[in-house]
């Protein structure tokens, strides 16, 4: 039986040591309040929330499933009373704006909030999850009197948003989709199509489904710059903002799933549904990007949340099991054996889970706090921060679903033969956890993205604003206690901008080269990205400890954690560069018919 202890110490740590949050916030104007108090009763509040209801709900759920009728989608028992908790208790709004009957906090507090949630249970976090999104592209987006109608229930929780994207026939290829949009003598468009996959599609959970639409008008442009953006809500809402009349769109069938089972994945149909563009003609897919980004945020926290899961079940297990002797002398010799924790391998893996675990948790809080720079800061500091998102949001989508696929699979592997048994739980994090390398853009996605749009597409000007960065950290620390991981930070820091120039002229060349370096380059990225917090958050230990600090074994464990990414995990990075200089011929040569068997 799974149990899930939220980390509080630690995420605590990346708050407000790592990151002082408080003091970022006192200089961020409307996030006065978000002191480092405020922020620690809030992750003390949602912890205990996530510990004692939502945590019980999750293998249960997975169990149980959810159940499709034509009336709706039932969720699994618990779900829903739940989710009436987290309403009352006021977890949706926290990081809304005050003027749509949010809290006003900053985005920060919500990743926490997601963080706890989701790693307690993911299924059910999704359910809330995509009304972020759905928000954030109506705040962006919407006219003033779609901000009035949708807003504020959509930011309590009464009301959940999804987004409908994908079609039978297109997954990320969205320029192929066929969803119509009709223009009504009302203003209004009759939407009709079939959209799958859509997360939250159908439930029991809230009074209202706002679905966020892609659709065509009528002549509209071929591709993606004739795609436009629809609200689509499940029941019409009244002029008085009361609910009105169903909707003609209907869950058709739920999917049969690997994993995440809890979560209702619909297929929707639209047959004539009434909708409302929702910015300008032809530019749905700009304005979706908006809620595309954000969701890409908080897929990465799932790699986050599978990683912590695993490793705590993990720790436990290697712990308490006992198996052989332990190969430099007994540990435990009252015992019939030693605990596994003693043996190396065991040790490797547990250590892959902890860095990886911590160190995503880095790099994602940093990212919620440049979201809050991004839309509280001025001048260059907006800037800066706006650069790093568009920069960093690729590489946390795929390098943390990756490596916290990676740190899910260790758990079974720890558990041996009992990890791939039901009951203890961890065959179930594995399933939930493979999802979140495809949804919202899958690796190589995201990795095309990286390099092609953000990197070469920008001249190299967003990868250098992050360089700067790790290279001014470099030179500030170069000369005290962390120098062990200033050098190589220093070197695969330089390294990264060679290997960028060197894949950008081959590409002029021939287009393939970025193409077929790309998932090499984001992962390459990805290990950089996360030394550098590694080494901030080693820093930040070894000056607490020269200081004198009652929690030494917190601190030294940061130390060693921190020694052992650099050691064994950052070196990943040389393969990763000799893979993507090995060049496009490799992959392209060979005539497609010799793939036949």
């Keep these: 039986m799974l149990e899930y202890k939220a980390p509080q110490r630690d995420i605590r740590f990346v708050m407000n040591e790592l990151l002082d949050s408080e003091g970022l916030y006192q200089a961020l104007p409307g996030f006065e309040e978000a002191s480092e108090d405020m922020l620690n009763t809030i992750v003390a509040e949602a912890s205990k929330f996530c510990e004692e209801v939502l945590a019980p709900l999750y293998q249960s759920g997975d169990e149980e499933g959810c159940e499709w009728s034509e009336d709706g989608v039932k969720t699994p028992a618990g779900f829903a009373d739940a989710y009436k908790q987290y309403v009352e208790n006021g977890w949706p709004s926290l ?71 994908t079609e039978a026939h297109c997954g990320s290829d ?52 004739g795609i436009s953006l629809f609200i689509v809500p499940k029941y019409v809402v009244n002029e008085d903002g009361s609910i009105g009349e169903r909707n003609s769109v209907h869950c058709g069938s739920i999917e049969k799933k690997m994993g995440i089972k809890a979560s209702a994945t619909c297929v929707m149909n639209f047959d004539g549904a009434k909708g409302y563009l929702i910015g300008p003609e032809n530019r749905g897919l700009n304005a979706m990007f908006t809620f595309m980004n954000t969701a890409r945020l908080g897929t990465a926290v799932q790699g986050l949340a599978h990683a912590e899961l695993a490793f705590q079940g993990s720790l436990r297990y290697a712990r308490e099991r006992l198996a052989m002797r332990s190969i430099s002398g007994p540990k435990n010799p009252d015992g019939p054996a030693d605990p596994i924790i003693v043996h190396p391998d065991v040790r490797r893996m547990l250590l892959t889970q902890k860095a990886i675990a911590e160190g995503s948790r880095a790099f994602i809080y940093f990212l919620g706090q440049q979201s809050d720079i991004e839309e509280r800061g001025e001048g260059e500091a907006k800037q800066e921060a706006a650069d790093l998102m568009s920069l960093l949001t690729p590489i946390a989508k795929a390098f943390i679903t990756e490596t916290g696929y990676e740190a899910a699979n260790l758990g079974v592997q720890i558990y041996g033969g009992h990890g791939f048994i039901k009951e203890w739980g961890m065959e179930q994090i594995v399933r939930d956890a493979r999802i979140a390398m495809l949804y919202e853009g899958t690796t190589g996605i995201q990795a095309l993205d990286l390099i092609g749009r953000k990197v070469l597409g920008s001249g190299g000007k967003l990868l250098m604003g992050f360089t700067k960065l790790i290279h001014k950290f470099c030179e500030d620390h170069k000369d005290n206690g962390v120098g062990a991981f200033v ?35 984001l992962m390459y990225s990805g290990y950089v990205t996360l030394a550098y917090f590694w080494a901030q958050m080693a820093s930040v230990a070894n000056d607490k400890l020269e200081q004198g600090t009652d929690e030494k074994e917190f601190y030294e464990a940061k130390l060693h954690t921190a020694h052992f990414y650099f050691d064994r995990i950052l070196p990943r990075a040389l393969m990763h560069k000799e893979s993507m200089l090995s060049g496009a011929d490799n992959l392209m040569e060979m005539e497609e018919a010799l793939f036949a068997f």
């Design 95 to 165: 990081a809304a704006p005050v003027e749509n009957g949010g809290q006003g906090l900053p985005n920060l507090a919500g990743v926490v909030v997601n963080e706890l949630t989701g790693t307690a249970n993911w299924a059910w976090g999704m359910y809330p999850g995509l009304s972020h999104g759905a928000v954030k592209t109506i705040e962006e987006h919407g006219s003033p009197e779609q901000k009035d109608t949708y807003l504020t229930n959509l930011v309590s929780g009464e009301w959940t948003g999804t987004m409908c994207l």
């Design 174 to 225: 969205l320029g192929l989709l066929r969803t119509k949009a009709e223009p009504q003598a009302d203003g209004s468009y009759a939407i009709t199509g079939t959209k799958i996959f859509i997360s939250a599609g159908e439930h029991d959970l809230a009074d209202n489904i706002i679905h966020i639409v892609l659709a065509r008008l009528p002549d509209a442009p071929a591709g993606t710059k």
């Design 487 to 521: 050098a190589p930070l220093a070197h695969y820091n330089k390294e990264w901008g060679e290997l960028t120039m060197k894949i950008g002229e081959a590409a002029m060349e021939n287009p393939d080269e970025a193409g077929a370096a790309a998932v090499d380059y």
